[in-house]
């Protein structure tokens, strides 16, 4: 239990008051001066200077043409940029380690960092480098450090190029690939036709001796089973580049789940002959008259999507010379060591006031 003359011997708050304001001098100029020196020292860093652009990823749609041909593809109308990149993937593309080699190799970073591995080039341009993404414009923001102001303006307009190339690239395999499969369907489907107009014209028939109600009946069927093969087709494209587990093929495959129930309701389950009279034969060239359309279409598209670049970025702001240095921040040393200074002698009073109470007790 505390003595009353224990008690005494604690300062209060107005004792810490005093104390301070009686050593106000000491308080005020030990703060002004750390923030001096600070000053001074800032002198000594080598400024670093921050250029940035902004620029737009291509946006997720198709061309006028092919916008038009889309709205009629039925099961097929989601392949064609299907695999198109958002705004999240372009601001990983900057970041990708393939972007980031290719800037170490352009500008010799190795050597600008003073680094002997690729890696370590690697990971300070990553330090250097910040990408940020509009969550509402869609706009990626590059911005790059570096203590040359020219270089840091180049290193910025480098990684769009660099992300462009990338792109083009990616985009043109992908649309060499579907134009190299649906030629290949094309040219199974333009055999079929031929063979089912062949049959279709040794059993007699013309379209001017169908009847309205067969001949519709047998169009809806043929429609039908052509978007089945269709949507086949397509679930063979997705699993070339997602796993049976995405929701791209769980989709695909209720969709034709779907198809084949409603066949299977109209007593169609097994492909049509030629076998089965001009009804049978009529059906057949329908169907593989509404298939052939079907491919041709996309395989128009994946042309088109060959022939392009892969997509335009937009470059809204184009990395300039910075002319002022964005690093160290003078007014930042200055303030934080005079804070710190001034809270180091506060306590520092408050210490010796501690002692000097104790030992007078004592």
Sequence with gaps: ????????????????????????????????????????????????????????????????AAAGALASLGALAGLSGAMRSSGDQYAFFVKSRTVAERMV???????????????????????????????KDGVITVEVDDQDPKRAADMAAAYVDEVRKLTANLTLTEAQQRRTFFEGQLKQVRTQLDAAQSAMQ??????????????????ALAKMRAELTAGEVRLQVLRNAFADSAP????????????????????????????????AAYRDFKYQEALFE????????????????????????????????????????????????????????GIGLNRSRTKATA
């Design 294 to 349: 079907l491919i041709a279409r996309q395989y128009e598209l994946a042309r088109i999507d060959e022939s392009r670049d892969g997509g335009q970025l937009q470059v809204i702001d184009a990395a300039l010379v910075p002319e002022r240095k964005s690093k160290p921040k003078r007014s930042h040393f200055m303030m934080i060591a005079f804070a710190a200074t001034a809270v180091a002698v506060i306590l520092y009073i």
């Design 1 to 64: 239990m505390m003595t009353e003359q224990s008690l005494a011997a604690e300062p209060t708050l107005g004792d810490y008051l005093q104390a301070v304001l009686a050593r106000w001098k000491l308080v005020v100029a030990a703060p002004l001066g750390a923030s001096l020196l600070a000053l001074g020292a800032s002198y000594l860093i080598k400024p670093t200077f921050t250029a940035s652009t902004s620029f737009l990823p291509p946006q997720q749609q198709q061309p006028g």
């Design 105 to 135: 190799d352009r500008f010799d970073l190795k050597t600008v960092y003073d680094e002997e591995l690729r890696f370590d080039a690697r990971r300070q341009l990553g330090a250097s480098t910040r990408v940020t993404l509009g969550k």
């Design 202 to 219: 040794g059993s007699g028939l013309s379209t001017s001796i169908i009847k309205a109600e067969p001949k519709a009946a047998v169009e």
């Design 248 to 279: 791209e093929i769980q989709q695909q495959l209720a969709a034709i789940g779907r198809l084949r129930a409603e066949i299977a309701r109209s007593g169609e389950a097994e492909p049509p002959t030629s076998g089965g009279g001009y009804v």
